[in-house]
């Protein structure tokens, strides 16, 4: 499928990165599948991998934040798109609040909003579609994205077929 992935990457994607949490546990990743998919009530999709530790986590978790990355966050874009919460603790090496239902809100990330989880969608393939109702949006306004262009130099700290082994899993 070259010319669709060819098709696809043309769009260069905003990237985002989305946090949860659950119990005690936070998770977050770097992502590109993400959308507004609903005007009237408003509604936004992400499309979290099966390989990774924030899908495992969201799956039970109630509240989502999705964060705008910048031109200038590619540190940022770094530390959750490399690393899997799997193997290292990233909220330990980030300033982060708590917001609903502890999900962490990052302070360097200005552009985001807070949601609450309504559907999931499992149709089979490598990823499935978290769909959130935003509840509270923060804005510092010029926002310029950091698009996939720049962030495909990125290694992917789960490629999309992984399935971890659970000997290989944080027991904290
Ligand atoms: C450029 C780029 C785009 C990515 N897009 C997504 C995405 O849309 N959805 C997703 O679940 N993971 C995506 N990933 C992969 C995760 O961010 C990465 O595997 C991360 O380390 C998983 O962390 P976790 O195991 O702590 O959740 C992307 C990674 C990169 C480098």
Redesign the pocket.
Known sequence: MTAFDELVAQLDPA?AVVTTASGNER?G?????HAQCSIEPRRYAV???KA????RVALHADYLAVHFLAQGDLEVARL???????RVDKFSQCAWDAGPGGVPLLVSCPNRFVARRVSMLDEGSD?ACFVVEPMEAWTAGDLQPLR?SR??V?D???EAQDRPAPETLRAD
């Not at 990743?29 to 599948?33: A, E, Y």
């Not at 959750?80 to 799997?86: K, Q």
Request: aromatic fraction near 14%; include cysteine.
């Open positions: 990237m998770a990743c770097l992502i590109g599948f499309w979290l991998s990774n530790h924030t899908y959750f798109g490399t690393v899997s919460g799997d990823h996939l962030a495909k990125l992917p700290g789960h």
